[in-house]
């Protein structure tokens, strides 16, 4: 029905840059807020940054200043800018998106994740 799908991981030397994608398709009639999460090794999934419709963004600590969340809502597509990337940024990258269906459902929709590994 709703499908998110992420693209951009990969693997990057300390310092580098990514940048990740993340689609959504299928019965959408509108997309409120849109978000990044990750989860490494051992670790709980947490926020890494929030975007509402209207462009208001929220970031965790450890991300401030070095990332950038952006959407494109023609597009139904949230960006993640990652500069100055640190190996504790290693993690399994999560697209979330609070969709409301053509049927006027609500949905908390997850992507299946996109690795990203900062190592030298």
């Known amino acids: 029905q709703v499908q998110l799908v992420e693209s951009g991981g990969g693997l990057v030397q300390p310092g580098g840059s990514l940048r990740l994608s993340c689609a959504a398709s299928g019965s959408i009639f509108s997309i409120n807020a849109m978000g990044w999460y990750r989860q490494a090794p051992g670790k709980e999934r947490e926020l890494v940054a929030t975007i509402t419709s209207g462009g208001s963004t929220n970031y965790a600590d450890s991300v401030k200043g070095r990332f950038t969340i952006s959407r494109d809502n023609a597009k139904n597509t949230v960006y993640l800018q990652m500069n100055s990337l640190k190996p504790e940024d290693t993690a399994v990258y999560y697209c979330?998106?609070?969709?409301?269906?053509?049927?006027?459902?609500?949905?908390?929709?997850w992507g299946k994740g996109t690795l990203v590994t900062v190592s030298s």
């Open positions: 979330n998106a609070e969709i409301i269906t053509t049927n006027y459902y609500g949905l908390d929709s």
